[in-house]
């Protein structure tokens, strides 16, 4: 079945390190998004990817990068991690038709000491 | 850009009752609003969804309704059961590309209690 993952699913990481969260979808789907879930602020939407070599950047997009090399990946790359980032991560995609659902992966815990 | 106001945060009801959350946007030119659930420690996943010609739309025990003139859409939860605790995020298709992005409220954590 088709579906779209996320490694690691667990991670700490500590202040200053260069960190990659991945994100793999079988869809073939050509929108790709990563959100971050903190409480109190729902899902924010922190870059986003309409095909192979589009990015852009979301509304909380500082200190992350995204690079899209082919339609099944895009991952997230933290350049510096900082404390605030310590978040849990969603990629998600969808269909290229309008107004499609989008599907979440099954998330990343990111903890930064 | 778009901005997504959803109230209201917390809503507790009993088992039976009906469940009503409600958002609020900002952007006229937003066209498709979905609403998601997030059960505890999963992801996301699609509930409902309407398009902005379309006044209301039901699914089994759940309805969603937009006014486009006022720009706020809701969502109705009938009968509930324990299973519908959960958080629910609205959102809102914001066309800042060729595609749109998805535009999230804050989240509503929904306690049904047997």
């Known amino acids: 079945d088709a579906e779209i993952t996320q490694s690691p699913r667990h991670k700490i990481t500590e202040t200053g390190r260069q960190v990659t969260l991945a994100c793999h979808q079988t869809?073939?789907?050509?929108?790709m998004f990563w959100y971050r879930q903190d409480l109190g602020h729902g899902l924010r939407l922190i870059h986003y990817?309409?095909?192979?070599?589009?990015?852009n950047k979301g509304e909380v997009s500082d200190g992350y990068s995204v690079s899209r090399s082919n339609t099944e990946d895009l991952p997230l790359t933290l350049e510096s991690a900082a404390s605030s980032q310590t978040s849990v991560y969603f990629c998600?995609?969808?269909?290229?038709?309008?107004?499609?659902?989008?599907?979440f992966g099954q998330g990343t815990r990111l903890t930064v000491v | 850009g778009e901005n997504v106001e959803q109230h209201p945060s917390t809503l507790s009801v009993q088992e039976g009752d009906s469940a009503v959350i409600k958002c609020t946007y900002s952007d006229s030119a937003s066209n498709y609003f979905p609403w998601y659930k997030q059960e505890l420690g999963k992801r996301p996943q699609l509930i409902i969804d309407?398009?902005?010609?379309?006044g209301e739309k039901k699914d089994q025990r759940i309805a969603v309704t937009l006014n486009k003139t006022a720009k706020h859409f809701s969502l109705h939860i009938t009968e509930t059961q324990p299973e519908d605790s959960a958080v629910y995020f609205c959102a809102a298709k914001h066309y800042g590309g060729s595609q749109g992005n998805l535009i999230f409220g804050k989240g509503t954590k929904l306690s049904v209690k047997p």
């Open positions: 869809w073939n789907h050509n929108n």
């Open positions: 998600a995609s969808s269909a290229t038709v309008v107004n499609t659902e989008a599907f």
């Open positions: 990817s309409y095909g192979v070599h589009d990015t």
């Open positions: 309407i398009r902005s010609n379309v």
